[in-house]
């Protein structure tokens, strides 16, 4: 009456021999070889509360019989029975539903001992591993050999009778072979075959894994017994092998891309059923992580094990002197405390007020084995912690639209991009990154047009030219596109990414004035409906001010380059038509063929806004301010000097007017520049030539500015010192004088699963870190190339010393934080040319990282 019977009789005999041949779930199989092993486990004991350290352990003899062995630190507790005399009871605990009782059968119905003598209670780490263990108890009780091996059953001959069916004809009884072992009439003794048994590899545990390694013993199970399945045969011996099905199946090996999965398992554990895009390329980089480390072999689990423990940078954790003196060492394991985690946050990583306030609710929200069984913050959940999106160095809640975008158009950075693009961008995804937590921002190119745009570029520059009896778009030399495509090309996809306005820039230097005449009408067929000024009806159609980006959602800005002599050398390789004036001031110089398209430009501003362009000089900025903005050009050589002559004239120019600097070059040899220096006197668009390879760093700090920054978007808001200031009745902000400067201290612990790593095998990979800013901000430094030894990389330069002193860390003294950029790159150098090439690279605004021990993600591209 105290306890039900584990045995239950079947619905019928062929319910249960169709239950035998599907074979117990995956999980439970899992289990049951835990189980053989060894389950950790509490003894809970009247005496005390919390429940004594205790192991439970299957043991099967060679006849089918099994028993429960239960070890406890007090001797007096251990137990052991035979399955077939078994019960297994839940019972409520005090601290939680986690109690199992087993109790032996035939001891209580004959009143022979009480029952603390004939039972124990076991305490389980959660309620699930709790009613696993009762489901493979049970299941074991009533069948004692469903996870043993099948005998292979004979096969009757059958007999086809009259097509009515088929007749089974009794075979008689097999016949010994006369060479058989077993034959009294063999002249030798044959002794049978015995599978050999692989010693296991001693694992090294570190401090506080114990818990990890039986749930990565349990992954590990269930991914063998998933793989045995599917190859057709379903064993519970330890390196056996099978080629049912043309799989070829060991049981204590799994192949890399297996183990990417388990990998992603144990570690992302927060990847939610939405996810599935980011959880696929995250098994698909652990996948050739194991196979660059063990060259395509297949993985023992004592090599998985060790490239786990790698990855979760347990060693290099604990060796860290900020991290151990907020672990308590008064414990088994290496933990955190709720005090100390608290204090962690506040000192180390200058968390604010709220983040501390809701430090004990999410210690309390956590599991094993992030926390212990007294929710102290384990090595492994701190580990987890530390490399989480949620402690990026660069700031989570800038990776959102969260700036204000009511300004005008002038108090905005603007993501653009120049008018010459590499033949090289439309072979690979650009300027485009990914990583495990952030997702491509790059679509597949159809055509160099498609990535810039699907790269969040907001300014768009097309060099138009006469070719073929039709208007093309000069993309690079030797690369054309009809205007006509790439117009819908613009309509189709300039809004997928964002829908704040995009700004066109045309270059029509090259065109005769028919050509030229033909290009509004071009704009109205194709991207009418998207122009700026057609149905709006605002004072901007009639050449009014600059909107900001909130006015102009889904709107197209379209702006005519100027066209003088030697301006832009990218657009040189023809002789220039006549669309161009002497003094370069418009680009709609009068001469006499020009009157048709200055016609057509004039009839074109009744339906929607253009604005033309003009080269920025030092006479340009001596002039006196105007109300109406203007839109300047400036090649960089000329930005760079009036960067350095007349600074500040030119932060009170751009607080007005809005400025596009773009590279000096010819467009077979293209070059870029240093946007940071254009950002920092207030420049809007530092037009870049995407794909370039001379130069490319200035794409990083490009991608830096913003990938992330205010979601993504293509508009950043400049700092206040760059902006014009708001009048009384707007808020009353005033600008800053000057920018504080700051002091940027960087030191890399460790890199591990570093991607395009399998392409390098024998190359030595270094680090290096750049400002990208103003001109007196610019710096580099890095860590010497180290040849990787593991799923992690350790720089000497950043190892503390035996006595616990911290080494010197990069130092950068930045002067204009608001428009500086850090780039981290990872390079690979080759061993026979010596070349370098980049493996992955990350890059954020200076301003926006945060202090303490932070993740940096990688990004490829």
Known sequence: ARCAPLSRPMACVQDGLSKRREGPPSEEFAFYVLLKRGLTCGVHDPDFAEPLDGELRLERSGFGNAALHLDCEDRSLNFKIALHRLCVELRDMPMGDRGLALIDEALVQAHAKTEQ????????????????????????????????????????????????????????????????????????????????????????????????????????????????????????????????????????????????????????????????????????????????????????????????????????????????????????????????????????????????????????????????????????????????????????????????????????WISASHHVYSDAFAASAGAGFSSWDTPDLLLEPQSMLHVALASGCRCLALAVVAMNNALQVLLHPGHVQPLEEALQLIGRLAFEKTHFPLILVLHLGRLSSEDCAQIPDALKEHIGSRLWGAGDGVAAAAGGGLPSPEQAIDRIFVVLAPAAPGFDPSLEAEPLAALRSADGGSALALDEGLANAVASWQ??????????????????????????????????????????????????????????????????????????????????????????????????????????????????????????????????????????????????????????????????????????????DCARQGYDPIRPSGAALVWPEARPSDDGTLPPPMSFAIRCPGAAVVVVELFAVEPQSGGRRRLAFFAAPVDGLRQGLRWVPLWTG
């Not at 699930?128 to 005998?151: C, I, N």
């Not at 060259?295 to 490239?307: A, H, L, P, T």
């Not at 060796?319 to 907020?326: C, F, H, I, V």
């Not at 751009?654 to 870029?672: D, E, R, Y």
Request: charged share 25%; aromatic share 6%.
């Open 603 to 776: 009839h074109a501003r009744q339906e929607f806004a253009f604005w033309l362009g003009q080269p920025l000089s030092s006479q340009e900025l001596q002039r006196p301010q105007t109300a109406e903005p203007c839109i300047d050009f400036v090649p960089c050589d000329e930005l760079r000097m009036l960067e350095r002559r007349q600074p500040e004239e030119m932060v009170e120019r751009h607080q007005h007017h809005l400025t596009i600097a773009f590279p000096l070059a010819h467009p077979g040899a293209s070059v870029n520049f240093n946007p940071g220096a254009a950002w920092a006197c207030g420049v809007q668009a530092a037009a870049l030539s995407l794909g370039c390879r001379c130069g490319d760093g200035a794409l990083l700090a490009h991608c830096g500015r913003f990938a992330q920054d205010n979601g993504g978007c293509g508009y950043v808001l400049k700092p206040p010192e760059l902006r014009r200031a708001t009048g009384p009745g707007e808020g009353g902000e005033t600008p800053k004088a000057t920018s504080v400067g700051v002091r940027l201290d960087l030191r890399f612990l460790a890199a591990r699963a570093i991607p395009q790593l399998e392409d390098a095998s024998d190359a030595a990979v270094g680090l290096a870190v750049s400002i990208w800013g103003s001109s007196t």
């Open 117 to 412: 003598a004939a039972a124990r209670v076991i305490v389980t780490s959660s309620v699930e591993e709790r009613d696993l263990l009762q489901r493979v108890l049970r299941r074991m009780h009533d069948q004692p050999h469903v996870y043993g091996r099948r005998k292979r059953k004979r096969l009757l001959r059958l007999v086809a009778c009259g097509g009515a069916g088929c007749v089974a004809v009794p075979c008689g009884p097999r016949q010994k072979s006369p060479c058989s072992a077993r034959s009294r009439t063999a002249k030798g003794i044959v002794r049978r075959w015995k599978r050999p048994t692989q010693k296991e590899v001693p694992l090294t545990v570190p401090a506080g894994f114990q818990r990890v390694l039986e749930l990565a013993r349990i992954e590990w199970a269930k991914e063998v017994a998933d793989q045995r399945r599917k190859s057709g045969r379903f064993s519970s011996r330890l390196g056996t092998a099978s080629k049912t099905g043309g799989l070829n199946v060991v049981q204590d090996h799994l192949d890399s891309s297996a183990c990417g999965v388990i990998l992603a398992r144990l570690w992302f554990q927060a990847l939610q059923p939405s996810e599935g895009d980011m959880s696929s390329r995250i098994d698909e980089s652990l996948s050739r992580l194991f196979a660059h480390l063990l060259q395509g072999k297949r993985v023992r689990f004592d090599e998985f094990w060790s490239v786990f423990q790698d990855v979760s940078l347990v060693g290099r954790l604990l060796a860290e002197p900020a991290l151990r003196k907020y672990l308590a060492a008064d414990f088994a394991d290496p933990c955190m405390p709720l005090e100390q985690w608290r204090w962690f946050l506040v000192q180390v990583q200058d968390e604010p007020r709220e983040v501390v306030a809701t430090a004990e609710e999410e210690l309390l929200a956590l599991r094993s084995p992030d926390v212990d069984s007294d929710h102290r913050l384990t090595v492994c959940g701190l580990s987890r912690y530390l490399c989480a999106a949620s402690n990026s160095v660069f700031s989570p809640e800038r990776c959102v639209v969260h700036q204000d975008m009511t300004r005008p158009l002038t108090d905005y």
